[in-house]
């Protein structure tokens, strides 16, 4: 077992977890060994959920790395589209077409679609779902709430080995002879639903849906974990209303979750059943080929219904996780009780309710009735309320704070920028009639990829470096995070800014070239521009990648328990925490989770007690 | 219920978190069925929404249930009360009755599978194969993954089964635990498909 070299002198912590802490015979039933008696079980199939953690972490850095270098394939063709990508050759193999006369070598148009496709799919379900919620819900719920674990170490265990599987199926489909799907992440049908519609809609399509399928057990497994121990595992004094933001955005992710992932898999259900058993749910009369198939009858807004179901509240399964992290380092770092911690929470309740009865605006050109509409942009615009308050109060949070200037918070500064500057142009999209002029061109892959893409990446780069001490134990080096900080957020506005005007202008999305437009062709430099800026951009979180593998074995050491002097609970516990987290008592806690700088003290943690007279923190 | 998890305040001392307390009233197992079953509604619940959507807008093909989907019910509502019946006896320590009723329950469900089996034929006969029409689609869709639901809950019978019979009645925590897990998911696939039946019985012409 891990353990700590410094057991003496006790840390005021610790002394008072003894004193006051809340004795549970944990170690007594020797818990600890039966998880981590060999390598096998400590760190393959682990049910410790720090582990866990780290292995959706691992995972979905891979699978960034995989879902951006194909966005780099296909922004290289967008950009470049007469250079020759024959160097291309050696890795995407047939899918680089040489012309034998000219020995020039392009990408074949149907693997354009699908690098897109498999780029959406990746990043919003394995990187932005999996890695983002999935590691900072495992490390931090038990940690912050004082739990040993979660409340099912063993189902916890089983989400990660779903989502693994997952990957397996859909890494097996970018092999495949036909390519992987090409019908967009949306996977809308016909070109989902029949097999026969592209050279990916066949096998890949398949793949594509076990995939996901799998995908979505991991998601359900892992949220029924999480809402479980938010609400029956929280230690002595956990109130709700004494948990820290970061547990609040991950308990209320979870029940969006859980309400919209099986709505997906009817949907998902019912494609399968249109593909393999001859039913018509999505497919209406319909030729391919010049032949007609015997499909009569089917609705393909009925799928766009049940998928933006879940499609919709999936935005939000992604952003609230990264507004936890932010909310919580912007208080740790700019030494300052969050502001409003009340509202913040009562926002993201807002949020949740509201991204249920907003799906349709996703629709609005699927020839929904345009009364319907004005429901949907009513209750879409309404959003823009809690999402304003929620960016009133972090920067009202670092307002006078003593910010301390380090990655973690630069990265959460950066997320709120982010988060403003992606939600501005969603109130352009919210409204039916503006949307009309704008849908499916660069203004909506600008708009989207800011505010749920690259605020999501923010968040989560905010988490890993503010968390990584307690993960491993060392720091993440400053000076490259701080490197790593001003390429991306120049980076990215370098990037999807220029791509506001594009969309403006009317250049669609998914399109491969666009040399039979000639007013298109004003903006060739442009895109050249956003290709190199993209190239910078990825080089950028390779440095990262690098980063975050040198700190694990060669960081600097951390040395103290609670580094950043933060008042929560996981910095209660050694500096590299054991299965069961505390090594004696579980904390009682005392106070709620956000006392910076009061009454004359910079910080006091949750464990310590209120002194005679004080008034508490949240009561105002 | 007694709280069976290793060291968590079984020493029946006075909490004056009364918070703490209440939140350990459930046992997190049965918390996390219960959620888990809210998220499979979920799912039936996204189908019968999407029958109505389908259905207004035309090409549906009108027909009656077959009688084989009211047995069904019927056997599955019964199924229901030899449960609850053996779950008394259990309470009671009546090592009988608790035993055939369990054995009872595992027979009806198998018997509910069977009359489903018999409705799916009877669609078939009445000229309602799977691709004929989206209405008849639906209903194969939806008693499908439903009697996959079943086919679960007949394996954790299966399961308890074996328990009611190798050992000797003793209803520890951790059995009664087991038990009413066993409950809670058998009465949620029996609700979910008296709520199926229902709602299809209420759209026929």
Not at chain 1, 9 to 31: R, S
Request: hydrophobic share 50%; with cysteine; proline share 4%.
């Amino acid at each position: 077992m891990a353990t700590v070299d410094i057991k003496s002198p006790k840390t005021q912590e610790e002394q008072l977890i003894e004193t006051l802490g809340f004795d549970d015979h944990f170690h007594d039933h020797h818990e600890g060994d039966k998880y981590r008696s060999n390598f096998i079980n400590t760190y393959v199939f682990s049910m410790d959920h720090k582990i866990i953690a780290k292995q959706f972490l691992i995972t979905g850095m891979i699978w960034a790395l995989i879902g951006a270098m194909m966005s780099l394939v296909f922004r290289l063709q967008l950009g470049f589209p007469e250079e020759s990508m024959a160097w291309l050759k050696p890795v995407l193999g047939k899918w680089i077409i040489i012309n034998p006369e000219t020995g020039m070598g392009t990408l074949s148009q149907d693997f354009y679609y699908a690098l897109v496709t498999m780029h959406g799919t990746i990043l919003v379900f394995f990187v932005l779902t999996a890695g983002l919620s999935g590691t900072f819900s495992n490390l931090l719920i038990p940690l912050q709430l004082g739990a040993r674990d979660m409340a099912s170490p063993f189902l916890n265990m089983l989400s990660y080995w779903f989502f693994f599987m997952s990957s397996l199926v859909m890494m097996y489909s970018l092999f495949l002879s036909t390519g992987p799907f090409s019908g967009g992440w949306t996977a809308y049908p016909p070109l989902s639903a029949l097999p026969q519609a592209s050279s990916g809609s066949g096998t890949g399509m398949t793949l594509w849906i076990l995939s996901l399928t799998l995908f979505v057990v991991s998601v359900l497994l892992g949220g029924i974990n999480y809402i479980t121990t938010v609400l029956n595992l929280r230690t002595k004094g956990m109130s709700l209303w004494r948990m820290p933001l970061t547990i609040w955005a991950f308990f209320v992710t979870a029940i969006i979750g859980l309400l919209s992932f099986p709505v997906l898999v009817s949907g998902f259900l019912l494609l399968m059943f249109d593909r393999g058993m001859g039913t018509s749910f999505y497919l209406s009369e319909i030729f391919v080929g010049g032949q007609a198939l015997d499909h009569v009858g089917g609705s393909p807004i009925l799928y766009q219904h049940l998928f933006w179901f879940l499609g919709h509240p999936e935005v939000y399964i992604i952003i609230l996780p990264a507004m936890g992290l932010v909310s919580e380092v912007l208080s740790v770092q700019s030494r300052k009780p969050i502001f409003g911690y009340k509202a913040m929470v009562f926002s993201i309740l807002a949020i949740a309710f509201l991204s249920f009865i907003v799906w349709a605006h996703h629709m609005f050109m699927s020839g929904v009735n345009p009364f319907i509409s004005n429901f949907f942009v009513v209750f879409t615009l309404i959003i823009a309320v809690p999402s304003a308050v929620k960016v009133f109060n972090w920067i009202t949070t670092l307002y006078g704070g003593n910010i301390r200037f380090n990655a973690a918070s630069m990265f959460a500064i950066g997320f709120v920028s982010m988060f403003i500057s992606g939600g501005l142009t969603g109130i352009f999209l919210g409204n039916s009639a503006i949307d009309i002029q704008q849908h499916d061109t660069y203004f909506v892959v600008a708009h989207f990829h800011i505010v749920m893409g690259i605020a999501a990446f923010f968040g989560m780069f905010a988490g890993i470096y503010n968390w990584f001490p307690k993960m491993y134990g060392r720091f993440m080096n400053e000076t490259l995070g701080k490197i790593h900080f001003w390429g991306t957020i120049i980076g990215a506005y370098a990037i999807f800014w220029p791509m506001h005007y594009i969309g403006m202008a009317g250049v669609p999305r998914r399109y491969y070239k666009f040399d039979t437009f000639t007013s298109f062709s004003q903006f060739d430099d442009m895109n050249k521009f956003i290709t190199i800026a993209a190239i910078i951009t990825f080089s950028f979180q390779v440095l990262f990648v690098v980063n975050f593998f040198y700190s694990i074995w060669k960081g600097k050491k951390v040395t103290t328990q609670n580094p950043w002097g933060a008042t929560t609970l996981e910095w209660t516990t050694p500096i590299r925490p054991g299965h069961g987290n505390w090594e004696g008592k579980l904390p009682t806690v005392q106070r709620w989770a956000y006392d910076y700088g009061k009454d004359g003290k910079e910080f006091v943690t949750q464990v310590t007690p209120m002194a005679e007279g004080e008034v508490s923190g949240d009561d105002h | 219920m007694e709280r069976t998890i290793p060291g968590k305040y079984q020493n029946g001392k006075e909490d004056r978190f009364a918070n703490n307390l209440n939140r350990n009233k459930i046992h997190p197992q049965k918390f996390a069925l219960l959620v888990a079953c809210g998220s499979i509604m979920m799912m039936f619940a996204a189908w019968t929404s999407a029958y109505l959507v389908r259905k207004a807008a035309g090409n549906w093909l009108e027909f009656q249930l077959p009688p084989a989907f009211v047995l069904s019910t019927v056997v599955i509502l019964l199924s229901s009360l030899t449960l609850h019946a053996s779950y008394r006896a259990f309470l009671k320590s009546q090592e009988k009755q608790y035993r055939y009723l369990l054995l009872g329950t595992l027979a009806l469900g198998f018997v509910f599978l069977f009359c489903q089996y018999r409705g799916w034929t009877a669609l078939s006969q009445m000229g309602i194969e799977i691709g004929t029409n989206p209405s008849g689609s639906f209903v194969y869709v939806l008693s499908y993954v439903h009697a996959a639901h079943i086919v679960g809950g007949l394996a954790v019978l299966a399961v308890a089964c074996l328990h009611a019979f190798a050992q000797k009645l003793n209803p520890t925590p951790k059995r009664k635990l087991r038990f009413e897990l066993t409950f809670i998911y058998w009465h949620f696939v029996d609700l979910l498909w008296v709520y199926l039946f229902l709602f299809l019985l209420s759209q026929q012409a």
